[in-house]
């Protein structure tokens, strides 16, 4: 994880800043990908948006919605299937707006770029920052030398696939092989079959208090069928859904979540000065409460005692 990101005070009056006015999630989810922990040199980096929802405390459908109007402004791209952002000004704010052939960064944004699949992300990099960065031809690396208070970096050992290799002067592209970028077991899938409250999701709700699982599960998975929806950790997405009460329970009785502790309970100060009371109106002979009014005063008394304790 980098210790900073840099984020220009021009991105606030620029072209960006200027459309995003008036739509704060729109602003937070910018600023977050400026600077996520998730980002490289490169600005080119995986973040599903389920990471820029609980980083964010944006809730699924606001982050979704944010993500595209940031894509609609031009400030970034977003490859759904990899689920792979590329911020299009990270680079030059974090690295400059153009660097010489012999900068030892070159390698570093060479090296970068080999692990990301030649997709939308990778082509509008090399369009944006191809010349200004000089870099080579795709798939030739640059012969810099090492600096002299370095010794080389070891090969990255990552698990390779076999791609196709795009060239920018036109010519026939080659099979070559590039890291992959994505887990596959972080793949987004479709609503699994026969999905309901897991283990977890129990645990996670007694822990929270929410109730009502069955009717917040009903109302989850009606609007994951109805819109498509698709998540890399359903029971996470479960989970953000009973917060954000899809199923519309609050305000009613039970509404999914603990009930408020009760208001008119005594306290032990109460408790003790009725006890005194009975006493008194014993000793001086008079009629004893009714049996209900006793059982209350035994109650109270018994839960002073064991606070006391």
């Known amino acids: 994880m980098r210790d900073y990101g840099k984020v220009s005070p021009q991105f606030w009056v620029g072209k960006t800043g200027k459309a995003l006015r008036g739509d704060m999630p729109a602003q937070l989810l910018s600023l977050y990908l400026m600077t996520s922990p998730h980002a490289n040199m490169i600005g080119i980096y995986y973040c599903p948006i389920e990471y820029m929802a609980k980083e964010t405390g944006l809730s699924m459908e606001g982050a979704s919605k944010a993500l595209q109007r940031l894509i609609d402004a031009d400030f970034c791209t977003y490859e759904a299937d990899d689920e792979l952002i590329f911020v299009h000004a990270f680079a030059e704010h974090q690295i400059g707006e153009s660097l010489k052939p012999t900068d030892l960064r070159v390698k570093g944004i060479i090296s970068e770029l080999e692990k990301v699949p030649k997709g939308q992300c990778w082509r509008g990099f090399r369009a944006r920052y191809a010349v200004p960065y000089n870099l080579p031809t795709a798939g030739q690396i640059p012969d810099i030398p090492a600096s002299p208070y370095k010794a080389p970096s070891k090969p990255e050992t990552e698990t390779e696939t076999e791609t196709e290799t795009e060239t ?5 592209p080659k099979p070559t092989t590039a890291k992959r970028s994505t887990p596959p077991s972080k793949r987004k899938i479709s609503l699994p079959d026969g999905f309901g409250v897991s283990a977890a999701v129990t645990a996670w709700a007694a822990e929270k208090g929410f109730g009502q699982l069955d009717a917040h599960l009903d ?23 009973i917060r954000e ?22 306290t032990g100060t109460d408790a003790a000065e009725a006890t005194r009371r009975e006493r008194e ?29």
């Open 281 to 309: 109106a014993r000793d001086k002979g008079a009629a004893p409460p009714p049996a209900h009014i006793r059982a209350q005063l035994a109650s109270l008394t018994k839960k002073f005692t064991g606070a006391m304790a």
């Open 168 to 172: 920018e002067t036109g010519a026939e």
């Open 219 to 241: 109302a989850f998975t009606r609007k994951a069928k109805a819109k498509g929806y698709t998540y890399v950790d359903w029971d996470a997405a479960f989970m953000e859904a």
């Open 245 to 266: 009460d899809w199923a519309k329970l609050r305000g009613r009785a039970a509404n999914g979540a603990a009930p408020p502790p009760d208001s008119t309970t005594k």
